[in-house]
């Protein structure tokens, strides 16, 4: 089963403590960290991940990128984020696809759950992609352990004197 999620961007950036506080410096340095943390989400949890993002702050036509293999889409001017995200979760709806949509709007979430998505409020998005943080400094630091351990027990001096070897200094 594919998972796919839909991120109201300007949501989670109004929600997000840490978002939040860099939207009031720069709006685009909280974009882009948005763009960091979901694909750190993406790579652990296999989601293609989508954040949309209103056309009002950024006016235009509507542009879709690629960034950090994470779809990032800005709507057409006189087109919100969430009724994006409604024709999204139409045109991606099928028997083997679950689409999760994160959004801290209510009327939001009662609209895309009607429609057969998942929804999910800013703050579980947020819990999960700590947990997901988590997750990957654990398994750095197993792997750490992973590649430092050999069958033989060695002391320190010995294993300095193998580097010093391996460098050939």
Known sequence: MKDILLVDGYNMIGAWPELRQLKDRDLGLA??????????????????????????M?????????????????????????EHIEKLVHELKQIDTRIH????????????FGSGALRKSARELLIETEVVGKGINQDVETRKKNRNSTKIPLSKEIVEIFEKWRRGQ
């Open 101 to 112: 949509v994160a959004t801290s709007d209510f009327t939001e979430q009662s609209l895309v």
């Open 31 to 56: 974009r882009d960290r948005l763009v960091e943390i979901m694909a750190e989400y993406q790579a652990y949890t296999g989601f293609e991940v989508n954040i949309i993002f209103d056309a009002h």
């Open 58 to 82: 950024v006016p235009g036509i509507g542009k879709k990128y690629n960034n950090f293999r994470i779809n990032v889409l800005y709507t057409r001017e006189s087109e919100t984020a969430d």
